[in-house]
């Protein structure tokens, strides 16, 4: 084993779970900062409406981010099922495969995107006060995506090995970078909301750069050897196989919740810019919930590959008990504190008891998520991902959709949009626990797949 890595197949499993899991949540939160402090610097010292214009992108962005990440876990799993079966040429080729499809992917979705913003925020039907802003700063926004997507493939390939410190490390760079830019461009230059946009880009580039550097000069499997360099089919394939229902998993929520804030829209400027400071809030805590889901796929992934179904089995559990703990302690910490933490946001009495009201609905029952994520993460180790994506696909989008148009249409009002989001996730869950005891009963060694 090399420095940073965990040995997933052997000894106790809650203490390593940990290790992996928080340097990954805290890497999903300094991601979350990149954006926060986007949130935060046009709240404070450019106004509220650009504010709500960088709160109308959030889905938007999250939509081709998930797609992304989906991807990139893909060959996560692939790459950390060879480790666990010692097939090392494979797990080779599967490094090599992933980073030259995070370079294909964030080419393509960063031409896709710009082509499509015009038509996206005429189906939102942004206000025209925020109109402008908003398609300013996504379009900066999503020149960076390539260097976001490189970044999200590279630390897959460190993850695949229980190596989750050294993405972090990135991430801390690029998040001085930005916060330091933003001051600079907003303050100093006057650039607004572009140059908030022009600091993020910059931003991504930096953890790109970082991890790019330290796979160069990786030892063993993860290396990155620019003579051996080449695209394998059979481990293309395999990461596409597992990892584009994953992203599509990921963009169905985001699918859902640009109707949501379609809805969000048409009750005005405070709850906009409430929903945009509430959302950077929740999806920190979400970003513990999703780390332990991500242990559960990779640990699930190796000891899969080795065979070991029962040890499988048991880091599911321990991954889900874990998070349950974390993800309920920083729960009480957001709620107690809801008031104080929106107004670092916008001030604005309005704004911060709108944003307390959605913390209430998305936070408070947070624990669903933590069932959610824990047997969707596991069914991706084992490499079932189409299963958790389509039930997900149905249930997500069918009830947020049903309820925006009948519920939503009768009582538009805040909180009974804020409703969807826990009754969706109870029925998703469900369903989701089903189909794992459903696969789980069915389940050979992976060698005796091959």
Same mark, same amino acid.
């Given at each position: 084993m090399k420095s940073g890595d965990i040995n997933m197949l052997q000894g106790s499993l809650w203490d390593k779970i940990i290790l992996f899991a928080i340097p990954l949540a805290l890497t999903g939160v300094l991601q979350q900062l990149l954006n926060s402090a986007d949130v935060v610097t046009l709240g404070k010292l450019v106004g509220k409406n650009a504010m709500a214009a960088v709160g109308n992108n959030t889905s938007m962005v999250g939509l081709i981010v998930s797609l992304l990440m989906g991807l990139s876990l893909g060959a996560n799993v692939v790459i950390a099922q060879n480790i666990g079966a010692k097939k090392i040429d494979k797990a080779h080729a599967a490094v090599s495969t992933a980073f030259l499809l995070a370079i294909a992917a964030g080419i393509f979705f960063c031409i896709i995107g710009e082509a499509l913003v015009a038509p996206i925020f005429y189906f939102l039907d942004v206000p025209t006060i925020v109109v402008d802003m908003a398609e300013s700063y996504l379009r900066i926004f999503l020149l960076g995506l390539p260097a976001m997507s490189l970044y999200n493939f590279e630390a897959a390939i460190f993850r695949s090995k229980g190596d989750t410190r050294t993405p972090l490390i990135a991430l801390i760079f690029a998040t001085v970078v930005n916060i330091t830019l933003n001051l600079i461009f907003v303050l100093y230059f006057d650039w607004g909301i572009n140059g908030v946009a022009a600091a993020t880009v910059i931003a991504n580039i930096v953890s790109a750069i970082v991890l790019f550097r330290s796979l160069i000069h990786a030892e063993g499997i993860i290396k990155l050897d620019f003579n051996a360099m080449h695209l394998d089919k059979a481990q293309l394939s395999e990461i596409i196989r597992i990892g584009l229902p994953a992203g599509i998993q990921g963009m169905v929520f985001s699918l859902s919740n640009?109707?949501? !804030? #379609? %809805?969000?829209?048409?009750? @005005?400027?405070?709850?906009? /810019?409430?929903?945009?400071?509430?959302?950077?809030?929740?999806?920190?805590?979400?970003?513990?919930?999703?780390?332990?889901? !991500? #242990? %559960?796929?990779?640990?699930? @992934?190796?000891?899969?590959? /080795?065979?070991?179904?029962?040890?499988?089995?048991?880091?599911?559990?321990?991954?889900?008990?874990?998070?349950?703990?974390?993800?309920?302690?920083?729960?009480?910490?957001?709620?107690?504190?809801?008031?104080?933490?929106?107004?670092?946001?916008?001030?604005?009495?309005?704004?911060?008891?709108?944003?307390?009201?959605?913390?209430?609905?998305?936070?408070?029952?947070?624990?669903?998520?933590?069932?959610?994520?824990?047997?969707?993460?596991?069914?991706?180790?084992?490499?079932?991902?189409?299963?958790?994506?389509?039930?997900?696909?149905?249930?997500?989008?069918?009830?947020?959709?049903?309820?925006v148009f009948t519920v939503f249409a009768n009582i538009p009002t805040y909180e009974a949009l804020m409703a969807v989001y826990p009754i969706s996730w109870i029925i998703t869950t469900v369903l989701l626990i089903a189909a794992y005891f459903y696969h789980i009963k069915r389940l050979k060694p992976a060698h005796s797949k091959k």
């Open positions: 640009l109707l949501i !804030q #379609a %809805a969000i829209n048409a009750l @005005g400027a405070d709850a906009m /810019a409430a929903s945009a400071a509430a959302f950077t809030i929740e999806i920190n805590v979400f970003c513990i919930v999703n780390s332990f889901g !991500q #242990a %559960a796929t990779t640990f699930v @992934g190796q000891n899969y590959g /080795a065979g070991n179904l029962r040890r499988c089995k048991r880091a599911t559990w321990v991954a889900m008990g874990l998070s349950t703990f974390f993800t309920q302690s920083f729960c009480f910490a957001v709620l107690f504190f809801a008031e104080e933490i929106l107004s670092v946001f916008n001030s604005d009495p309005e704004v911060v008891r709108l944003g307390v009201i959605r913390l209430w609905y998305i936070v408070a029952p947070d624990f669903i998520n933590v069932a959610l994520e824990g047997f969707s993460g596991a069914m991706r180790g084992y490499g079932i991902s189409l299963t958790p994506a389509m039930i997900t696909l149905v249930c997500v989008c069918g009830v947020r959709i049903t309820w």
